[in-house]
């Protein structure tokens, strides 16, 4: 997930709805991710508009995770 804006400034905010309508597909990603048997751990790393684009998607992957003790859910999650 990246975005470009160019040389111009007010590009960023552009960038920042790119990146709000990004969340559900990245929380894809990472549930998709996790899944993989060969996977141990995903790691998520971000800055600028894409911080609160990765925390959202955290978010939302987290509340994916079925119920239960919060080790399993750990577990589950697989993130680094």
Known sequence: FCWHSGTQYTG???DLGRARASVDRLAELI??????PAVR????????AGAPLA?????AYARRIPDGPI???RERAKLG
């Open 12 to 14: 960023y905010f552009a």
């Open 31 to 36: 549930e998709f991710l996790a899944a993989q």
């Open 55 to 59: 925390s959202a998607a955290l978010d």
């Open 71 to 73: 080790d399993q859910r």
């Open 41 to 48: 751990r995903v790691n998520v790393v971000s800055y600028s």
